[in-house]
Every structure is written in C-alpha cells, then in structure tokens.
C-alpha cells in the first residue's frame, strides 16, 4: 500500500509539473510569437503609411497652388505687382482669398524681392517674422522660384507655397506670390479622414523657435519611433530634407489596438491557462477512469480482505478482466483452502506445526483434544511443555525438531508418549516432523509440522515418568 500510495502520489507530481512546464512553455511561445507577430505588424503599417502620409502633405501643398491659380495667371494681379499698386492688389486678393477661403495670409514682392503687399489673418507680430524669411536683406541677391514647404513658429505649423506672377502671354514675370495656410485642428482632422487614421503634427525640436522648411528640392520621410500603449500605436515620421537638416516637427499617425490586435499578454496568458486546464482535466479523467480503480484492483489482489468485503463493478475493459481472473483465481483458493482445512479438521490424526524455536503455531482439532487444553493457550507455547516420551532409548523432542527445523530432515519414530494434561495416560504412537515453510496468521512462521498418530493407550500411575509396567 505504501508504494502503491507513493506511485499515486508521484504520478500527481509528476502530471502537475509537466503541466507547469507546458502551459509555461506554450503561453512563452505564444507570448514571442504575439511579440515579433506585433513588431512585423508594427514595422509593416509603418512603412506602408510613411508614403501615403508624404502624399497627403503634398496634396495639402498642391490644394494652395489650385487656390492661387487664379492669382498667379491674373494680368490684372500681374500689373498691379509690377506698378506696385498696393490699393487693387488688397481689393482683388483680399475679396477673393482672405475672405473666401481658408487662406491664412499672403505675399506679394517685386522681381528685386521687395515687398509689394501683405497681409494675414493671424496676429501681425507672428506674421511679420514669417515675412522676414522670405524677403532678402538690403543688397543681396534675389531669384524668384517656385518653391514649397512649411515655417514652424513658436509652437505653430504654416505650410506655404511660393509661385511667379507670370499673368498671360506675358514676356516674363512681374513678381512673386507666397500664400500661407495653417495647419489647424481642423485641416488635420481632414488629413486623418484622408488617411483613415489619426493624424497630428507635434514639435520633436522646441529651441527651433522659427526655421522654414523648403521641400523644394525634395524630402525623405522615414520611421523615426514606434510607440505601443495598451490603447494604440504611434509611429512618428521625421521629414530630412537632402541636406541632412531635420525640421523640427514630425508627422505622427496613430493607430487604434482595439480593433487591430489583442492583448498579447491576455492571449498568452489565456494560452497557458488553457493547456493547464487542459492536461488537469486529463490527468482527474486519468485518475478517476483509470488509476483509482487500478489501485483497488491492486488493493484487492495484494489483501485478501478485499475480495471479502465488496466486490468491484464499472471497471475499464481490461481492468475488469483481470479483476475477474483474480477474483476466480481467489475464489478458487479459497474453497481450496477451506476444504484444506476442513480436511484437517476431521482428521483423527494430532497435527501440529511449530516454528523455530519449538513453540507452538497451529493444531488441529484432534490436538486440542489429545492435549486436553483450549487452542489459545496452547498457541505460542514450547511444544516440549506437553508433549514427553517415556522411552529411555529414543531422543527428544527438541532433538527432532532440530534435525526437522535446521538440518531440514524428515524424522519417523514410533514410542510411547506423555501429556501434560493427562498424566496417567501413556499413548503408542506413530509421529512424523516434516519441514515446512508456511505463513500463516500472526506474521510467525511454520517451519515443522508434527503428525502423531496414536495406536493404542494404557493407563499408568507413574506419570511423565517411565515405568517398567509401560516398558
């Protein structure tokens, strides 16, 4: 029972540990798969938006070329900049720009860089300083071109969009016109509709209080950082332009998790759980369909009690046919051992085994009789106690049972013996020690059996003493 126990109880162990290390090892290789899952998916969306968020930027720029279109080919606009008529200039833009559309301000210079006109919507001091960008310094070199890009200002973002006044079958330009467009809450939320994600300009660089960027000559955008939260992703875009210089604000667009990508940690999480769950549902099925009643099936063949005490049904197939040929076997011994016994039982003849020291293990009982005691108390007590012989000639019992017990001799003798309980009787008998070796109760062991069969009897007032009346 103790090792059968210690089996069980190692088996559980053993179950629950490799449980442990499953569910661990499958929610860690589910947890680096979610991981380098979420990287490539992170580093894959960041790559294909990187263009369409430089083409969003760009259409925002080609959106001012459409709004000053009619200004750069107007002969009216063209004259007024080369006369420098700052009256019609303000009544033509201001009607149709300032006041129309969503325009922030407007420059107007000369073929020398000179400012011709100007004018925003946004505060004049701010204003002012985006100017001073794009008019030269006195007696410095001027060349009107047709350049792009955006003025970052104290925290604020313009785009701006520079084009020559070039009117209509004109011999060449009279001027230059710069349009500014701010990027307001409301442009980007155009931009993230566009986009179909969250868009937002942020300042990477707050000590550039005022630079300009000229997208002019082209721009590269790349990956600058990827950002994880528990809510969403933030990729954050920076714009190089091909002298290396960085502007000092980046696109970031921001993308939700919720519908994209689960909880890497739930899931892997969930995983170990479940594959623990599972190998324990297992393991109780295991347990209660095969190894509890693999046990009793064990418990009963290794005590005989069981078989007495209950019987076993709803066994696994080939558990309950060896329960069945054990229970057989069992009963088969059983009326074996019975018939044995009774067999014993009814025999006249005095049987009585003893163990190595003499005493006494089991009669029959014939014995009991012959000796006149009860069976309990005779047992454990030294054969030689009872039992004498009367004949000078012959040896004693403790001879024969040495012989029987240590050298294992089969020993025959015929004489005349003496009981304890029945002094005045002398008995001729046949006796028999045979070595055995049987269990029986007590945990003693058998290790002789005596047969004594009596011939005849006379009785004898001398007692266990011999006397020549018996001789």
Request: hydrophobic share 40%; net charge neutral.
């Amino acid at each position: 029972m103790k090792i059968r126990s210690s089996l069980d109880v190692t088996i559980r162990w053993v179950i629950y540990s490799v449980a442990v290390v499953v569910a661990f090892v499958a929610g860690a290789t589910a947890l680096m798969a979610l991981n380098g899952e979420r990287e490539y998916w992170k580093n894959q969306i960041a790559e294909n938006y990187k263009y369409q968020v430089l083409g969003l930027v760009k259409d925002e720029f080609f959106k001012i070329n459409e709004q000053s279109e009619f200004l750069r080919t107007s002969n009216t606009v063209y004259s007024y900049t080369k006369y420098r008529n700052l009256y019609g200039l303000s009544r033509v833009i201001e009607s149709r720009h300032l006041e129309q559309n969503d325009i922030t301000g407007v420059l107007v210079q000369d073929v020398g860089g000179r400012e011709v006109y100007s004018n925003s919507k946004t505060a004049n001091n701010l204003f002012k300083s985006m100017v001073d960008m794009f008019v030269p310094v006195m007696d410095s070199p001027y060349e009107m071109s047709r350049d792009h890009g955006f003025i970052f200002v104290d925290g604020r973002v313009f785009l701006y969009s520079s084009y020559e006044l070039s009117g209509v079958n004109r011999d060449g330009p009279s001027g230059q016109l710069t349009m500014f467009k701010e990027v307001t809450s409301h442009h980007v939320s155009k931009i993230s509709q566009k986009l179909g994600r969250r868009f937002d300009i942020q300042y990477t660089s707050a000590s550039r209080r005022l630079m300009r960027v000229s997208y002019s000559s082209g721009v590269e955008i790349s990956v600058h950082d990827i950002v994880a939260t528990t809510r969403d992703i933030k990729i954050e875009y920076r714009a190089i332009l091909p002298s290396g210089v960085v502007q000092p604000a980046s696109f970031v667009v921001y993308f939700p998790l919720e519908k994209q990508i689960s909880d890497h940690w739930i899931v892997a999480v969930s995983v170990c759980l479940f594959i623990f769950a599972t190998i324990l549902v297992a393991w109780v099925m295991i347990r209660q369909f095969v190894m509890i009643p693999a046990s009793k099936v064990a418990e009963m063949i290794t005590d005989e009690s069981g078989f007495k005490n209950e019987e076993l049904t709803n066994l696994p197939t080939e558990l309950d046919e060896i329960y069945k040929r054990f229970r057989l076997l069992y009963d088969n011994i059983e009326r074996q051992n019975r018939f044995s016994e009774q067999l014993v039982d009814a025999i006249g003849d005095v049987i009585i085994t003893v163990n190595i020291d003499g005493e006494i293990e089991y009669l029959n009982p014939a014995a009991c009789e012959w000796l006149g005691f009860e069976e309990k108390k005779l047992l454990g007590e030294p054969i030689e106690m009872y039992i004498t012989t009367r004949d000078k000639q012959h040896e004693t019992f403790s001879s024969w049972l040495y012989k029987t017990n240590i050298m294992g001799h089969r020993v025959e003798r015929t004489l005349r013996l003496n009981v304890l309980g029945r002094k005045n009787v002398c008995y001729s008998c046949d006796i028999i020690c045979q070595p055995v070796d049987l269990n029986k109760a007590g945990g003693s062991e058998s290790t002789s059996v005596v047969v004594i069969r009596i011939n005849s009897t006379k009785r004898c007032n001398r007692g266990m003493k011999a006397c020549k009346l018996c001789d």
